[in-house]
Protein backbone atom coordinates (compact mmCIF):
# COMPACT_ATOMS: atom_id res chain seq x y z
CA UNK A 1 0.00 0.00 0.00
CA UNK A 2 1.21 2.98 -1.06
CA UNK A 3 1.72 5.78 2.08
CA UNK A 4 2.90 9.09 2.42
CA UNK A 5 3.39 10.87 5.75
CA UNK A 6 4.40 14.50 6.10
CA UNK A 7 5.99 15.38 9.50
CA UNK A 8 8.19 18.57 10.65
CA UNK A 9 4.93 20.89 10.70
CA UNK A 10 4.35 23.23 14.12
CA UNK A 11 4.88 26.59 15.31
CA UNK A 12 7.08 29.17 13.39
CA UNK A 13 7.82 33.35 14.50
CA UNK A 14 8.10 34.86 10.86
CA UNK A 15 11.40 34.71 9.84
CA UNK A 16 11.89 31.39 11.19
CA UNK A 17 12.61 28.20 9.64
CA UNK A 18 11.13 24.65 9.54
CA UNK A 19 12.14 21.60 7.53
CA UNK A 20 9.69 19.31 6.29
CA UNK A 21 9.83 15.38 5.49
CA UNK A 22 7.83 13.12 4.13
CA UNK A 23 8.37 9.81 4.41
CA UNK A 24 7.38 7.26 1.64
CA UNK A 25 6.47 3.33 1.56
CA UNK A 26 4.67 0.61 -0.21
CA UNK A 27 6.46 1.96 -3.63
CA UNK A 28 9.57 2.43 -5.24
CA UNK A 29 10.04 6.18 -4.28
CA UNK A 30 13.61 6.55 -6.81
CA UNK A 31 11.15 5.82 -9.63
CA UNK A 32 8.66 8.67 -8.83
CA UNK A 33 8.92 12.13 -9.16
CA UNK A 34 7.50 13.99 -6.16
CA UNK A 35 5.65 17.43 -5.40
CA UNK A 36 4.99 19.53 -2.45
CA UNK A 37 1.34 21.72 -2.19
CA UNK A 38 0.59 23.31 0.21
CA UNK A 39 -3.02 24.64 1.60
CA UNK A 40 -4.06 27.99 3.39
CA UNK A 41 -6.66 27.58 6.13
CA UNK A 42 -9.82 27.84 4.23
CA UNK A 43 -8.14 28.39 1.00
CA UNK A 44 -7.36 26.38 -2.00
CA UNK A 45 -4.36 24.35 -2.73
CA UNK A 46 -1.55 25.78 -4.20
CA UNK A 47 1.48 23.88 -5.72
CA UNK A 48 4.53 24.69 -3.88
CA UNK A 49 7.95 22.52 -5.69
CA UNK A 50 8.67 19.73 -7.65
CA UNK A 51 11.41 17.26 -7.75
CA UNK A 52 11.68 14.94 -10.35
CA UNK A 53 13.76 11.40 -10.14
CA UNK A 54 17.01 12.97 -11.17
CA UNK A 55 16.65 15.97 -9.11
CA UNK A 56 15.61 18.70 -11.60
CA UNK A 57 13.80 21.05 -9.37
CA UNK A 58 11.25 24.19 -9.82
CA UNK A 59 9.50 26.23 -7.72
CA UNK A 60 6.35 28.49 -7.23
CA UNK A 61 7.47 32.21 -7.75
CA UNK A 62 5.98 32.92 -4.25
CA UNK A 63 8.78 30.58 -2.65
CA UNK A 64 11.66 30.82 -4.65
CA UNK A 65 14.78 31.86 -3.20
CA UNK A 66 13.27 30.82 0.58
CA UNK A 67 12.41 27.15 0.53
CA UNK A 68 14.46 24.25 -0.85
CA UNK A 69 13.24 20.57 -1.88
CA UNK A 70 15.54 17.83 -2.05
CA UNK A 71 14.78 13.95 -1.77
CA UNK A 72 16.67 11.16 -0.38
CA UNK A 73 16.32 8.06 -2.11
CA UNK A 74 18.17 5.93 0.32
CA UNK A 75 15.56 6.89 3.56
CA UNK A 76 12.20 7.08 0.95
CA UNK A 77 12.06 10.60 2.24
CA UNK A 78 10.96 13.87 0.41
CA UNK A 79 12.15 17.15 2.29
CA UNK A 80 11.09 20.93 2.23
CA UNK A 81 13.34 23.04 3.56
CA UNK A 82 11.21 26.40 4.72
CA UNK A 83 13.72 29.36 5.50
CA UNK A 84 12.89 33.49 6.06
CA UNK A 85 8.90 32.30 6.74
CA UNK A 86 5.79 34.39 6.58
CA UNK A 87 2.52 35.00 7.43
CA UNK A 88 1.33 33.70 4.18
CA UNK A 89 3.16 31.17 4.25
CA UNK A 90 0.75 29.42 6.91
CA UNK A 91 -0.92 26.51 5.28
CA UNK A 92 -1.10 22.22 5.43
CA UNK A 93 1.42 21.15 3.40
CA UNK A 94 1.25 17.70 1.40
CA UNK A 95 3.85 15.84 -0.12
CA UNK A 96 2.45 14.23 -3.68
CA UNK A 97 3.42 11.57 -6.08
CA UNK A 98 3.70 12.88 -9.80
CA UNK A 99 2.95 10.36 -12.24
CA UNK A 100 4.35 11.03 -15.44
CA UNK A 101 3.67 11.76 -19.25
CA UNK A 102 1.13 8.76 -19.60
CA UNK A 103 -0.97 9.75 -16.64
CA UNK A 104 -0.81 13.73 -17.79
CA UNK A 105 1.57 14.61 -15.04
CA UNK A 106 -0.93 13.75 -12.28
CA UNK A 107 -0.97 13.65 -8.22
CA UNK A 108 -2.05 9.76 -7.69
CA UNK A 109 -1.07 9.74 -3.86
CA UNK A 110 -1.25 12.37 -1.13
CA UNK A 111 -0.16 12.27 2.81
CA UNK A 112 -1.88 13.80 5.04
CA UNK A 113 -0.63 16.82 5.32
CA UNK A 114 1.93 18.83 8.15
CA UNK A 115 0.55 22.06 9.60
CA UNK A 116 2.66 25.21 9.74
CA UNK A 117 2.01 28.08 11.31
CA UNK A 118 3.59 31.43 11.00
CA UNK A 119 2.99 33.52 13.50
CA UNK A 120 4.29 36.03 15.96
CA UNK B 1 0.99 35.36 -14.17
CA UNK B 2 -1.27 32.71 -15.20
CA UNK B 3 -4.55 32.32 -13.43
CA UNK B 4 -6.73 29.26 -13.84
CA UNK B 5 -10.47 30.10 -13.08
CA UNK B 6 -12.99 28.02 -11.22
CA UNK B 7 -16.96 28.95 -10.30
CA UNK B 8 -16.36 30.20 -6.65
CA UNK B 9 -19.28 27.46 -5.54
CA UNK B 10 -22.31 25.24 -7.45
CA UNK B 11 -25.72 23.53 -6.59
CA UNK B 12 -26.99 20.84 -7.77
CA UNK B 13 -30.05 18.29 -6.66
CA UNK B 14 -29.64 14.92 -6.12
CA UNK B 15 -29.93 12.76 -8.83
CA UNK B 16 -29.32 16.16 -11.03
CA UNK B 17 -26.22 16.80 -14.08
CA UNK B 18 -23.55 19.82 -12.82
CA UNK B 19 -20.93 20.42 -14.96
CA UNK B 20 -18.10 22.08 -13.31
CA UNK B 21 -15.02 24.12 -15.15
CA UNK B 22 -11.79 25.35 -15.57
CA UNK B 23 -10.23 27.97 -17.56
CA UNK B 24 -7.82 30.74 -18.15
CA UNK B 25 -8.13 34.08 -17.42
CA UNK B 26 -5.54 34.55 -20.77
CA UNK B 27 -5.92 32.27 -23.51
CA UNK B 28 -7.87 28.40 -23.82
CA UNK B 29 -7.40 25.28 -21.86
CA UNK B 30 -6.56 22.54 -24.00
CA UNK B 31 -5.73 18.89 -23.72
CA UNK B 32 -1.93 20.25 -23.72
CA UNK B 33 -2.57 20.90 -20.35
CA UNK B 34 -2.84 17.26 -18.94
CA UNK B 35 -6.24 19.02 -17.39
CA UNK B 36 -6.85 16.96 -14.06
CA UNK B 37 -9.42 17.10 -11.20
CA UNK B 38 -8.99 16.61 -7.55
CA UNK B 39 -11.98 16.27 -5.07
CA UNK B 40 -11.64 17.05 -1.63
CA UNK B 41 -13.97 17.24 2.04
CA UNK B 42 -13.24 18.88 4.61
CA UNK B 43 -9.66 17.60 7.03
CA UNK B 44 -9.01 15.49 4.05
CA UNK B 45 -6.27 14.82 1.38
CA UNK B 46 -7.35 15.60 -2.00
CA UNK B 47 -8.62 12.71 -4.01
CA UNK B 48 -7.87 12.36 -7.76
CA UNK B 49 -10.93 12.15 -9.92
CA UNK B 50 -9.85 12.44 -13.40
CA UNK B 51 -6.68 12.72 -14.98
CA UNK B 52 -5.53 13.85 -19.04
CA UNK B 53 -8.44 15.72 -19.09
CA UNK B 54 -11.23 13.12 -19.53
CA UNK B 55 -9.48 9.48 -18.21
CA UNK B 56 -11.04 8.50 -14.65
CA UNK B 57 -8.68 7.12 -11.84
CA UNK B 58 -8.62 3.48 -10.12
CA UNK B 59 -11.93 3.25 -8.08
CA UNK B 60 -13.79 6.64 -9.25
CA UNK B 61 -17.37 6.35 -10.31
CA UNK B 62 -18.63 6.35 -13.92
CA UNK B 63 -20.39 9.29 -12.56
CA UNK B 64 -17.74 11.46 -13.22
CA UNK B 65 -16.59 12.59 -16.13
CA UNK B 66 -13.73 15.56 -17.94
CA UNK B 67 -13.55 16.72 -21.02
CA UNK B 68 -12.80 19.86 -22.76
CA UNK B 69 -15.87 22.19 -23.46
CA UNK B 70 -15.34 25.41 -25.19
CA UNK B 71 -12.11 26.98 -24.02
CA UNK B 72 -12.32 24.98 -21.10
CA UNK B 73 -11.52 21.64 -19.11
CA UNK B 74 -14.83 20.45 -17.62
CA UNK B 75 -16.02 18.08 -14.87
CA UNK B 76 -19.37 16.68 -14.93
CA UNK B 77 -21.22 15.19 -12.67
CA UNK B 78 -24.01 12.71 -13.52
CA UNK B 79 -26.41 11.56 -11.04
CA UNK B 80 -25.27 13.51 -8.11
CA UNK B 81 -24.80 11.99 -4.80
CA UNK B 82 -24.84 13.46 -1.20
CA UNK B 83 -21.33 12.81 -0.59
CA UNK B 84 -20.19 14.33 -3.89
CA UNK B 85 -20.91 17.37 -1.63
CA UNK B 86 -16.97 18.56 -1.92
CA UNK B 87 -15.10 20.89 -2.71
CA UNK B 88 -13.07 20.36 -6.61
CA UNK B 89 -9.77 21.86 -7.36
CA UNK B 90 -8.95 21.42 -11.19
CA UNK B 91 -5.07 21.56 -11.91
CA UNK B 92 -3.40 22.65 -15.30
CA UNK B 93 0.45 21.02 -15.85
CA UNK B 94 2.08 24.00 -17.62
CA UNK B 95 5.32 22.12 -18.43
CA UNK B 96 8.29 21.92 -17.41
CA UNK B 97 7.54 20.65 -13.36
CA UNK B 98 4.86 23.43 -13.16
CA UNK B 99 1.65 23.24 -11.96
CA UNK B 100 -1.42 26.54 -11.16
CA UNK B 101 -4.12 25.54 -9.13
CA UNK B 102 -7.55 26.83 -10.17
CA UNK B 103 -9.68 28.31 -6.42
CA UNK B 104 -11.74 25.24 -6.54
CA UNK B 105 -15.41 25.28 -6.16
CA UNK B 106 -17.43 24.38 -3.35
CA UNK B 107 -20.29 21.73 -5.03
CA UNK B 108 -23.54 21.75 -2.23
CA UNK B 109 -26.01 19.09 -3.35
CA UNK B 110 -29.43 19.89 -2.23
Known amino acids: EVQLVESGGGLVQPGGSLRLSCAASGFTFSDYSMNWVRQAPGKGLQWVSY???????YYADSVKGRFTISRDNAKNSLYLEMNSLRDEDTAVYYC??????????????WGQGTLVTVSS | QTVVTQEPSFSVSPGGTVTLTCGLT?????????PSWYQQTPGQAPRTLIYSTNTRSSGVPNRFSGSILGNKAALTITGAQADDESDYYCVLYMGNGIWVFGGGTKLTVL
Open chain 1, 96 to 109: ARVRGYNYGFSFDY
Open chain 1, 51 to 57: ISTSNTI
Open chain 2, 26 to 34: SGSVSTSYY
